[in-house]
């Protein structure tokens, strides 16, 4: 510990010098989270310090290998004696695969809401002898398509013994069957029940994070509470009984019960199949008319993300605090027809104008000071609606929507491109077709002035090899506030897109490759002109060994930005490509490394920006107890070559930051397990800029170059 910390205190004093070689930059940082402010600042370095950069840089990279030497020497350490200990915690090997899962299909955003999913089913996994379609199709990376065909053989061969067995079904990706394995459990098939579960459990789950720096807010006191930011939720379950609740309080925030949430479900395989009081989500066809806020966007599987599976209800137990809905909702199962309605009456955050009228919806989700708290619960919106959806056949299904909004108070007509009034009505038509190898999906959606429509299409060629294409296509004036579908913004709003990608599986590795072209047909509140552009990735994964891994990918995009020169409004060509180099490696069945090179390279007009990062990742794992670390050095020369790096975090919490600017970032997280009924999970993570007076802006300011937190949270479960 004490050679630690001393190359710790080395490194720091070393970056530290170079403070006063370098020019100032003033910077602004911040940590992604779920409805945190975005804060944009843009700053350049001028070209006569790019022989200063380039010392700093060097002074980076060495101090980068000096400290994975130093993180090396620990692993070999622990490796020499890793025998005595007890087996890995299969559990934390689960995890880093849905971590690196999630990092390839959420690309720049956070979701929470997501690893709850997953979360959720690491402890309660599916039957699958006795499973339904929607039970299956729950998890997000499964084709319908599969999910059909490994029921269709369950059910000719009255149930599996072992999991292995559904290798022997045709035309499924390996890839997914190894997915799906930890999800999964074994028992004898039950042929006329209809319970779900006969799982009881109770489940507590609390949280706390601390900024250990002082923002402005806190020091002026315009923020009313405390630093302390807690999550305190408690889920249970009792036959198809499943009930959930949390309470949520930001750091600065007063009130300790700040956001709160509640649902009671009951789920069975009878004609009620589904009844959900209290908070919720809804999950339609492809996202055009409604679905929940969490999604899955353009990644490194380039045919499975296009198509939406939904799940229908879904209850609600996430502390975002937008877009959800709070009342009722039930399914009616008729076999071949499921009816289902819903009903939700909620308080929704607004700016409201002097007359009363909605100018914009607040989605932040802090109340910290008194004008955030004058937005909150401002105006209140009603939903209800129903839909129908029909099993023709195991190869063809068709279900209809048609549900209404209505607000309290009426929206502030700004633009062609902003909510006006206070009641909306959507009707939507989404379908499913299998056919062999051939399948589509696609929803139209029709908000009473203009329709919304994505097609899908798959070609699975071999066992192989799958080929997709989308064709979406999305009105100006389609005003729709819980839609999320797919493309290059999820409004569903003035877009217009192809998108066709390649997934190709060889014994000299497996390859992803997509593109898509895009354009924005009518100026926006984003361009003041028509727009256009087009994204395309390459992604190469090889299997060198059972032991070590290598990942390749390649991501550019370009797109049309607005661009003001000699006062004169127009559009220009941005480009962002990103290099990434992966390298995963298994020391031992306990302690496992990873090492990332990323290069990001920013063009507009005659501006070119550039950008660095690599990143060391430690992983010691045993049964009751693991030890997570990861270093990153950092060198963007603004936040436009910012580059996201993805992190380990706390059961159930993600962590996406965009770093920028001149440092490195270290973190840690250790979690034990004292019984098999608690554990208890630590993390310490710190950001260090040598060049920036001050992170942050506005009342998020803090003071120095440091940014530190740590948090702490602990699982009971009963």
Sequence with gaps: MKLILSKYSELKLILGKLNSNVCHIEGVSFTTEISQELIVSRFFISKQNASIQNDKFRYAVTNYFHFCSLLLSIIFTLFSFSNSFAQVDSTEILN???????????????DSQ??????ELISNPIDINNATLDEILVLPFIPTKSAKRILRYIKKDKGIKTFDELKQIKNIDPNILLLLKPFVKISPRKLKSKKISKATYVKIRSRFINDIQDKKGFIDKKYLGDKLKSYQRVKASYNNFKFGGLIEKDAGEKSHTDFYSGYLQYHSKGILNNFIVGDYVFEFGQGLAVWSPYAFSKGSDATSSISKRARNFISYSSSDENNFFRGGASIVNFGLIKLSAFYSQNNIDATLDDDLTVSNLYIAGYHRTENEILKKDNISSKSYGASIRLDLSETFDISFLHYKTDFDKPFTYQDGFSLAGDNFSFTSAAYNFYLNNISASGEFSYNGISVA???????NISKALTFATSVRSYSRNYFNIYSNGF????????ELGLYAGIKWRTEYGKFNVYYDLFKHPYSSFASNLPASGNDFLFDYKYKIDKNIQINFKFKQETKEVNFKLDEINSITDQTKSNYRLDLGYKLSKNIYGRNRIEYVNYNLVDFNEHGFLTFQDVKILFDNYSFIGRIIFFDTESYNSRIYEFENNHRGLLTNIPMFGNGFRWYFIFNVQPIKQLKISARYSETYKPNIKSFSSGLSEINGNVNNRFSLQVDFTL
């Design 114 to 119: 997501l690893y709850e999913l997953f979360d």
């Design 96 to 110: 880093d695969k849905i971590f690196q899962y999630l990092e390839d299909a959420t690309e720049d955003q956070d």
């Design 487 to 494: 493309g290059e913004k999820s409004s569903t709003q003035n």
């Design 453 to 459: 429509s994505v097609n899908n299409l798959y070609f």
